[in-house]
Every structure is written in C-alpha cells, then in structure tokens.
C-alpha cells in the first residue's frame, strides 16, 4: 500500500502545474541590468578563459582536472557598486562551465556550436528540434526546442540571435540571446499548443549564453557562460518550483558542455 501510496504521489506531482506567471516589465528590466554589468564585466576581463582568472594556488588543480576529462563549474554573481541586483518577481541563475578536449581544434568546435541543424541530434533529448533560420556572415538566426525534466517536464519553443566571433587564430567566442521563448502545452500530441509568451509556467524566460574557445596545450578548452530568468518562487508551490528553477540551469549547462566535449572528443 505504502509503494502504490507514491506511485499516486508521484503521478498528482507529475500533472501539476503551478499557477501562471506573467512576465513583467520591471522584471525584465532589472534582467537586462544585470546582463549589461556582466557584459561590463566580460569586457574588462583580463584572461580570456575564467579558468585562468582562479587564484593560482588552485589553477593547478583545476587544469590537472580538465585534463582529467573532468568538467569544472561555478556559480557566478554580478553586483553593482558591491549590492546584489534585485530582480523582482524572477530569478537570474547564473553558472560558468569548462571543458578541455584533447587533439581537437578551434574550427572543429566552433563548427559544432555553429552546426545547428544538427543540436536536436547532437544535444539529444534536452533538444527536441533544432533547425537554422537564417545566417548572415557570423550572425545565425536558429530555432531550438528544449525539453527539460524534473519531477515535471516543461517543453518550451526558442528562438535566438547568436553572433561569433574570431579573436584570434587559436580562439573565437559566441554571444547569443534568445529572442523568443514559449512553453508548449501537450508536446507531441494533437492538441498541442504554445501558451502566451510572457505568461506561462515562468519556468524560462530569457536565456543568454557567451562562449569562449580557446586552442592551447595540445587541445582546446571550452568555456559556457549562461544566464536566465525564471519566475520567483510562489507561495504554496516551492516544494515543485524550486527544484526546478534552481537546478535545471546547472544541470543544462553541465550537459551541453560534456556533450560538446563528447562529440568533439570522437
């Protein structure tokens, strides 16, 4: 009785919804500050790679790792004037990730990052469907669906700007933003639908993401900034929004990087 007990748990939690959020202006205002300091802060970077900004006395631990085939991940925080950035009614999540790929080449990832069409096979299953929009030069247009599981599971329809960039001959790097999210009700299934941007779930509304490539020491190393926005917490449904919101996005990027460093490690 006790197991069929949580069968019928775990299948009520599988059906909820929490109520609806609606995006609001203040909140994607106080968003896009917080992005415009990171991106000061990108700027003013003295290394090119995250990993070489570490103190020194762990640099070496941290390299030795990577070359292990180990990925190395933070959670990131950009303050203004020394104070947190208020985010009302959302949440930033904001996490840093690199991996090295041994033997492989600047052009050969950015290949990858740049081969579109493809994500849906090669990011399987968190990208359901990939498809290139548009490209002019080094800027894409691309569509992405992403389905992202736990304990519920939430498809949304993107669509993003990414726009690379060649450094120099042993590195490039990407800045892409998304243009449009939409949470799809009944994925694959006759009735399904979009819900209405902006008021939804709230479980992604924004999601941008900077790359940094980078060819040294027998290998290249790839480096993921992201940030999103979700909704806050709501009252009386923190036991099913929290877990999401505050893990998927670690474990997103966790999965994109090892990912890439598995495709380009074949």
Not at 41 to 56: G, N, S
Not at 63 to 76: K, M, P, S
Not at 106 to 135: C, E, F, G, T
Not at 187 to 212: A, I, K
Request: aromatic fraction near 8%; charged fraction near 25%; include cysteine.
């Amino acid at each position: 009785m006790r197991a069929t007990a949580v069968v019928v748990v775990l299948l009520l939690v599988g059906a909820t919804r929490a109520s609806p959020a609606e995006l609001q202006a203040r909140t994607v205002a106080a968003f896009d500050r917080y992005v415009q300091a990171t991106e000061q802060r990108m700027k003013t970077d003295p290394q090119f790679l995250w990993v070489d900004t570490v103190p020194a006395s762990q640099q070496r631990a941290v390299l030795e790792a990577l070359r292990r085939g180990e990925l190395v991940i933070d959670r990131l925080t950009t303050r203004q004037s020394g104070k947190d950035i208020d985010i009302p009614d959302g949440m930033v999540h904001h996490w840093i990730g690199v991996v090295f790929i041994p033997g492989t080449t600047v052009d050969k990832a950015v290949s990858l990052l740049q081969d579109y069409d493809h994500h849906a096979q090669i990011y399987a299953p968190n990208v359901a469907a990939s498809k290139l929009l548009s490209r002019d030069g080094n800027n894409f247009r691309v569509y992405l669906r992403f389905m992202m599981k736990k304990v519920i599971t939430v498809v949304v329809n993107t669509e993003h700007e990414a726009r690379f960039t060649r450094d120099a001959p042993n590195r490039a790097s990407s800045r892409i933003y998304s243009t449009r999210i939409a949470e799809v009700e009944s994925p694959g299934t006759p009735s399904e639908r979009e819900r209405s941007v902006g008021n939804d779930g709230g479980y992604l509304w924004r999601l941008y993401s900077y790359w940094r490539v980078l060819e040294r020491d027998g290998g290249t190393y790839v480096q993921c900034e992201s940030i999103s926005l979700t909704r806050d917490i709501p009252t009386g449904f923190g036991w099913l929004i929290r877990p999401f919101v505050t893990s998927i996005p670690r474990e997103s990027l966790e999965f994109t990087l090892t990912t890439t460093r598995s495709a380009l490690g074949k």
